[in-house]
């Protein structure tokens, strides 16, 4: 089983800028799929960005394009989100997950959260106006 870590939210001003990490420990798969998703208070969890293990293809939600960008160190085992021009909107608690890419695919923020193997207990990043 892989253990996720995320670290880096916090509260920031509208405008503003964040780095999350992510930290994995554990055996990973040879080939998967991470990502970030995110759940607001009372909404359900909606992906955000993923990339697939080999650095081959990330894939944005469409509220992340342009304003966020996942990255990955996959020999320190990490994972980053960068996100610009954050906004009100964006205030969540940010998740990481993982999963084979024989079962997280595609590797897209589209996916089921429930389908999903393993996850963070996640970051709260908090975005005032």
């Known amino acids: 089983q892989v253990q996720l870590v995320e670290s880096g939210g916090g509260s920031v001003q509208a405008g503003g800028s964040m780095t999350l990490s992510c930290v994995a420990s554990g055996d990973m798969w040879s080939n998967f799929c991470w990502g970030w998703f995110r759940q607001a208070p009372g909404k359900e969890r909606e992906g955000v960005a993923t990339i697939e293990s080999d650095g081959s293809s990330t894939d944005y939600a469409a509220h992340a394009k342009g304003r966020f960008t996942i990255s990955q160190d996959k020999a320190k085992k990490i994972l980053y989100l960068h996100m610009n021009n954050l906004k009100p909107t964006d205030t969540a608690r940010y998740y990481c997950?993982?999963?084979?890419?024989?079962?997280?695919?595609?590797?897209?923020?589209?996916?089921?959260?429930?389908?999903?193997?393993?996850w963070g207990q996640g970051t709260l990043v908090t975005v005032s106006s």
């Open positions: 997950a993982t999963d084979a890419l024989v079962s997280w695919w595609p590797c897209s923020p589209q996916a089921r959260p429930d389908k999903i193997e393993d």
